[in-house]
């Protein structure tokens, strides 16, 4: 065979060789990129505003690269994450974040900042603290006074329609069904009438219950009569005070911080009493954080098992970040023994 017809022979082969190396038929593509999701966090003391990039990307692996504020009053923008800002004049702002990942694929947000001038000088100056576990918060006033000025009264705004005075601290339980932002005000007043406000964002959001997990297998039946344990198989939080509730058939908190707990801590539910056949379990996970947390996705649980295996309750508590939701910032196994 000549050279020329040697190499004829050879180039389909190669082809047919080159073809089939992917696999069998082409490898599966790519994810589509997923856009990030732009949200903030603010907190103001009278004029002044320190604003926080809460924002998130689910794609493993991506990250927020731009940032892009306008502050809704005329003047310069800024780039940074977590830039601060002076209005010039009480009043309502449209404040507005776009956020950018690395394919620069954008997210932008947009709130409406209210902000007071105080009504004078060396007097009051309005600062609080936002605490929260779920729906349920608790406001503590930390307002200095500048000398020859002293605290006379305070009004608490929770951004719901409620207001109160007087007490500090202030518990406060919010009515919100889903993750909701509400703006929290602080008023203080010094005895020679002046005034001065702090406002921040507080995010929160219900339990996460068994009720209405995500996915199937959401129920936990009973088949037989038998004790109940729970255990933290793992935990990775983004923030300490996610509660474990049982809620029914009783109503009994099993781990007051799943996130600090040791792992494989073992809960006897109900006391280690039988529950009859029949018994359906719910569980509920009270997400905790603070005023400033990137909580940006509702707090939820899955559920897989069964009742001769025992059901894993993988929480995600809603935070977020690269990759997020995860489900594995709670991993809890609800074992039956017969």
Request: with cysteine; glycine share 12%; hydrophobic share 35%.
């Given at each position: 065979?000549?050279?020329r017809?040697?190499?004829?022979?050879?180039?389909?082969?190669?082809?047919?060789?080159?073809?089939?190396?992917?696999?069998?038929?082409?490898?599966?593509?790519?994810?589509?990129?997923?856009?990030?999701?732009?949200?903030?966090?603010?907190?103001?003391?009278?004029?002044?505003?320190?604003?926080?990039?809460?924002?998130?990307?689910?794609?493993?692996?991506?990250?927020i690269?731009?940032?892009?504020?306008?502050?809704?009053?005329?003047?310069?923008?800024?780039?940074?994450?977590?830039?601060?800002?002076t209005?010039?004049?009480?009043?309502?702002?449209?404040?507005?974040?776009?956020?950018?990942?690395?394919?620069?694929?954008?997210?932008?947000?947009?709130?409406?900042?209210t902000v007071?001038?105080?009504?004078?000088?060396?007097?009051?100056?309005?600062?609080?603290?936002?605490n929260?576990?779920?729906?349920?918060?608790?406001?503590?006033?930390?307002?200095?006074?500048?000398?020859?000025?002293?605290?006379?009264?305070?009004?608490?705004?929770?951004?719901?329609?409620?207001?109160?005075?007087?007490?500090?601290?202030?518990?406060?339980?919010?009515?919100?069904?889903?993750?909701?932002?509400?703006?929290?005000?602080?008023t203080?007043?010094?005895?020679?009438?002046?005034?001065?406000?702090?406002?921040?964002?507080?995010?929160?959001?219900?339990?996460?219950?068994?009720?209405?997990?995500?996915?199937?297998?959401?129920?936990?039946?009973l088949?037989?009569?038998?004790?109940?344990?729970?255990?933290?198989?793992?935990?990775?939080?983004?923030?300490?005070?996610?509660?474990?509730?049982?809620t029914?058939?009783?109503?009994?908190?099993?781990?007051a911080?799943?996130?600090?707990?040791?792992v494989n801590?073992?809960?006897?539910?109900?006391?280690?009493?039988?529950?009859?056949?029949?018994?359906?379990?719910?569980?509920?996970?009270?997400?905790?954080?603070?005023?400033?947390?990137?909580?940006?996705?509702?707090p939820?649980?899955?559920?897989?098992?069964?009742?001769?295996?025992?059901?894993?309750?993988?929480?995600?508590?809603?935070?977020?970040?690269?990759?997020?939701?995860?489900?594995?910032?709670?991993v809890?196994?609800?074992?039956?023994?017969?």
């Open positions: 065979m000549t050279n017809l040697r190499a004829l022979w050879i180039l389909p082969v190669l082809g047919l060789f080159a073809c089939g190396g992917g696999g069998g038929g082409g490898g599966s593509s790519a994810a589509p990129n997923r856009s990030p999701t732009a949200n903030f966090a603010f907190v103001c003391s009278d004029l002044a505003c320190d604003l926080t990039s809460t924002s998130s990307d689910e794609d493993v692996g991506d990250a690269t731009t940032y892009t504020w306008s502050f809704g009053d005329g003047s310069v923008g800024s780039a940074t994450a977590n830039p601060s800002h209005f010039a004049a009480g009043g309502t702002y449209d404040v507005s974040l776009t956020v950018g990942d690395r394919s620069a694929a954008t997210g932008t947000i947009v709130r409406k900042l007071t001038a105080p009504s004078g000088s060396s007097g009051p100056h309005a600062s609080f603290t936002a929260c576990v779920s729906l349920d918060c608790v406001f503590t006033d930390a307002s200095t006074y500048d000398a020859g000025s002293a605290f006379a009264s305070r009004v608490w705004d929770f951004g719901d329609t409620a207001t109160l005075a007087a007490t500090s601290p202030a518990s406060h339980s919010y009515a919100a069904t889903t993750l909701t932002t509400f703006t929290a005000k602080l203080v007043t010094d005895g020679g009438g002046k005034t001065s406000t702090s406002s921040r964002s507080v995010v929160v959001s219900p339990p996460a219950t068994t009720l209405n997990c995500v996915g199937g297998g959401c129920v936990l039946t088949s037989q009569a038998t004790r109940v344990t729970a255990t933290i198989l793992s935990h990775s939080c983004s923030a300490t005070g996610n509660e474990v509730v049982l029914a058939p009783v109503n009994e908190t099993l781990f911080d799943g996130c600090v707990d040791p801590t073992v809960k006897l539910v109900n006391g280690g009493q039988t529950f009859t056949a029949g018994t359906v379990l719910q569980f509920a996970v009270r997400s905790g954080f603070s005023a400033n947390a990137s909580l940006v996705f509702p939820s649980v899955k559920v897989t098992g069964s009742f001769a295996l025992g059901w894993t309750l993988t929480f995600d508590d809603g935070y977020g970040g690269s990759g997020e939701p995860d489900f594995n910032d709670l809890i196994l609800i074992k039956a023994t017969p």
